[in-house]
């Protein structure tokens, strides 16, 4: 009966090691970019919601009736628990430098010299952002206006 028990404690400490280093695999570059793009796609449901909502230069932040540009970023980021600065300039300081081709769905993309305008990506070449007329919008980044116009991408997710 002492032998039995011990094969059977010893086997269930065996199978408990086994299933928890297991575990451990599991995390890795594929898990982690799988995280950010599930991220990215939260950041871009939240930033929808907002579809037409006007453009105000300047909006206050926090505010839902009308969103500058990084306004609009500041808050739909916030809504995802990542704090991000009031303008497009000190947002363009945050989180780590993408290259155009490598761009993935929530990275921050920029536009002018000095930087004065900030999107952001939802892939297939589109950007959520808001200005002008039509307030929040989707815009495609390879259109010739846009393409021109932009500046560098950063990644805070």
């Known amino acids: 009966m002492k032998t039995t028990s011990k094969k059977l404690w010893m086997g269930i400490c065996f199978t408990m ?6 575990g451990s695999f599991v995390v890795g570059p594929e898990t982690i970019h799988a ?6 796609d939260q ?7 907002f579809m037409g909502v006007r453009y105000e ?4 932040a926090g505010s839902t009736s009308s969103f500058d540009c990084s306004s609009f970023t500041q808050y739909v980021f916030a809504q995802n628990g990542i704090h991000l600065p009031r303008s497009s300039k000190q947002q363009s300081t945050v989180g ?9 769905k929530g990275d921050l993309v920029f536009f002018y010299a000095p ?4 999107a952001i990506y939802m892939g297939d070449g589109k950007i959520l952002h ?3 007329q039509g307030g929040v919008t989707v815009t495609d980044l390879n259109s010739r206006w846009w393409s021109s116009h932009y500046t560098e991408a950063r990644r805070v997710l």
């Open 35 to 40: 995280a950010s793009a599930s991220k990215g």
């Open 57 to 60: 230069h300047g909006a206050p």
């Open 130 to 132: 808001t200005f002008g």
């Open 17 to 22: 090691t086994l299933a928890l280093s297991a």
């Open 115 to 118: 930087i004065h305008h900030v």
């Open 96 to 104: 780590t430098y993408v290259p155009r081709s490598q761009l993935r």
């Open 43 to 49: 950041i871009i449901s939240t930033g929808s919601q």
